[in-house]
């Protein structure tokens, strides 16, 4: 009987280990190798095999780095730290992703109401591939540090004044439009709402659904989890949310009919130093202590008896004669590998065998200086990227390094 050979997409691949190890390479490397000839050039071009690529990718936490003067830190260093299962190297694999200036120009860009300098652009959060900058107020840019490519989101208006505010409330892809948008809490004269921005719109959109006004919620809690919520089931979960409505409650917000909705909060001891996530399908929550992480699992999820239970304690090497003090790190990754990092070391716990490797750690006191996100590479192309030009006027003084 014969074999039938083997194609992905219109790719004949049977017996050619060209594709298989082309999966395996750094995104920098495969935009190399699609230059060498036609044959390579078709595959690193096929849409199935950059699917597969970016499956095959895996995660990088992202550390901030200064230079410069040493009062003034004029520059900021972006770089990304491998979290592979297979990188037990002494020395952990950090690459510069890029640089930029820490603030705007002097005398320019100071933030209204309380005139300090504005930084220049910082990361609010990652989604998958793609990093979200603020670039001012109400305006924001997309990039993929992969392809280098840039796109801004439609603008808000307002939000210079002390009766306009703009609160960035989640970053998120849209499965079902195969947007990524981001949740904006908006107040004008009094009037709380929340606006969509979706990139390649035209004009942001806003939602008719009741908003909670933000000073009843506190803007000292506006962590990262604000910036990052829990995807799973379409849905996004926050544990921390205006919408939570200052409950033992925890905000989460549909996809599909874009309506929120309450849900049993884990019973952590602080909020402060808890978060959520999502690994293997399944709802988790996460709380540093001062010698590790708590890590929490909901059962019987969407239904009348869901719960929490406890079912790690996670001990992190470094964490012994500490404080505790943020930023914190906490992330899913790839096969129940959970990415935990603090001011003093990043390591991975996978909660199927039950073990924990550390990546890297420093001694007070010098610190770690986490960005809160995790990056993961991909050469997929988005239509929006294609549709806006690249102007070197987008983010002009930031500046990819690898």
């Not at 990718?57 to 003034?72: C, D, E, M, Q, V």
């Not at 919620?217 to 949310?241: C, D, E, I, N, V």
């Not at 989460?252 to 909020?271: A, G, I, L, Y």
Request: hydrophobic letters at 40%; proline letters at 6%.
């Amino acid at each position: 009987m014969m074999k039938q050979r083997q194609t992905v997409g219109n790719l004949d691949i049977d017996g050619d280990l060209t594709y298989e190890i082309l999966l395996r390479l750094p995104a920098k490397t495969v935009l190399c190798c699609g230059a060498v000839c036609k044959a390579w050039c078709r595959i690193t071009t096929n849409p199935t095999f950059l699917s597969d690529h970016a499956r095959h990718r895996p995660p990088k936490a992202l550390l901030y780095n200064s230079f410069g003067k040493a009062t003034s830190k004029i520059n900021m260093e972006l770089d990304a730290v491998s979290v592979a299962a297979h990188h037990h190297a002494a020395v952990p694999d950090q690459r510069r992703l890029a640089c930029f200036p820490r603030y705007k120009k002097r005398g320019i860009g100071r933030l209204p109401r309380t005139g300090v300098s504005e930084q220049y652009c910082p990361l609010l959060a990652s989604c998958n591939s793609l990093l979200l900058f603020r670039k001012g107020i109400g305006h924001y840019v997309i990039c993929n540090p992969a392809t280098r490519q840039r796109a801004e989101f439609p603008r808000l208006a307002g939000g210079g004044n002390l009766m306009e505010c703009h609160r960035e409330s989640g970053f998120y892809f849209h499965p079902q439009s195969g947007e990524y948008r981001l949740l904006c809490h908006c107040t004008m004269n009094r009037e709380v709402y929340y606006m969509v921005l979706s990139v390649g719109a035209d004009e942001p959109r806003r939602l008719d659904v009741e908003a909670t006004d933000i000073e009843l919620f506190g803007t000292t809690q506006y962590t990262r989890s604000m910036m990052t919520p829990a995807a799973l089931h379409g849905h996004l979960h926050w544990l921390q949310h205006p919408e939570g409505r200052l409950t033992n409650h925890m905000a989460v917000f549909n996809m599909v009919d874009e309506t929120f909705k309450q849900m049993t909060s884990p019973p952590v001891t602080s909020k402060f130093f808890a978060d959520l996530l999502a690994i293997d399908k399944f709802l988790m929550a996460s709380e540093f202590t001062n010698l590790g992480v708590d890590l929490w699992v909901m059962e019987g999820y969407g239904a009348m008896d869901e719960r929490w239970e406890l079912r790690h304690r996670v001990v992190l090497p470094w964490m012994r004669g500490v404080t505790l003090e943020r930023p914190l790190l906490i992330e899913g990754g790839n096969d129940g590998d959970v990415i935990m990092g603090t001011a003093y070391g990043l390591g991975v716990y996978n909660v199927k065998s039950k073990t924990f490797r550390t990546i890297i750690t420093v001694k007070p006191p010098d610190a770690l200086l986490l960005s809160w996100n995790m990056l993961r590479e991909s050469l997929v192309p988005h239509t929006f990227f294609d549709n806006q030009q690249q102007h070197p006027t987008c983010l002009p003084l930031f500046h990819f390094l690898s």
